[in-house]
């Protein structure tokens, strides 16, 4: 089982939609849990993180955390195809300082 | 600006030829790091510096070698490429090893290895 997964699309949706982006992973010790934006041919840059379990909430973007289900999700809100991008979701383990990420999921904002 | 900077951005070598992708960021960064990024595979990282003098193994470091000597600088160097190293990599830095879940990456270097 890979240490995080995601769902690689890609995803289509209209402009003004939610989009909900999701990955899973396996070690219950991950205690940062990041997500970061990827325009194409650029390199990644970051969203949001958040530490703990609950969500965090930056303008259209809703980071939520899971850890008794090993979930986390990403929501865009009033999408804009702007946001057509793949975006990463990435995972601190803090006792090596390793980050993990996930393979990425491509999004289309369609106007 | 505050930034990550990779050179050369392109680069198409040999099978065996050594070669050195430099890397350099100016916000006095402590963590720094080598990533490959392959379709259907995300990024992987290569190994990573806690900070000056202090290096560590990644997740795939088969093949690579790294030093960090200045904070500032964190060159990748492949010392006899194989046409599996071809990928685009990416280095990035963060303010501290505990803080490396924000990290800055720079522009990528796409590397083509014949």
């Known amino acids: 089982q890979k240490e995080v997964e995601q769902d690689p699309g890609p995803l289509s949706v209209p402009e003004g939609a939610i989009v909900s982006l999701n990955c899973t992973y396996s070690?219950?010790?991950?205690?940062?849990f990041m997500w970061y934006r990827q325009y194409s041919r650029k390199g990644p840059e970051l969203l949001m993180y958040?530490?703990?379990?609950g969500n965090k909430e930056d303008g259209r973007f809703t980071a939520q955390v899971d850890k008794s289900s090993k979930y986390i999700s990403l929501f865009i809100r009033d999408s804009q195809p702007s946001d057509s991008a793949t975006y990463l979701c990435?995972?601190?383990?803090?006792?090596?300082?390793?980050?993990?990420f996930g393979p990425g999921t491509s999004l289309s904002v369609i106007p | 600006e505050a930034q990550v900077t990779q050179n050369p951005r392109y680069l198409i070598t040999v099978t065996g030829k050594k070669l050195t992708v430099t890397c350099s960021q100016n916000?006095?960064?402590?963590?720094m790091s080598w990533y490959r990024q392959d379709p259907g595979l995300g990024l992987r990282q290569i190994y990573y510096?806690?900070?000056?003098?202090?290096?560590d193994k990644g997740d795939v470091p088969e093949g690579y070698k790294v030093s960090r000597k200045e904070k500032r600088n964190f060159p990748l160097i492949l010392e006899s490429p194989s046409p599996n190293q071809t990928s685009l990599y990416f280095c990035?830095?963060?303010?501290?090893?505990?803080?490396?879940?924000?990290?800055?990456f720079g522009p990528g270097t796409r590397l083509t290895v014949t």
């Open positions: 990435a995972i601190l383990e803090t006792s090596y300082d390793k980050v993990i």
């Open positions: 510096s806690m900070n000056v003098e202090v290096t």
């Open positions: 070690n219950s010790a991950f205690q940062y």
């Open positions: 990035a830095s963060a303010p501290t090893g505990t803080g490396a879940y924000e990290q800055y």
């Open positions: 916000m006095n960064h402590e963590y």
């Open positions: 958040t530490y703990s379990s």
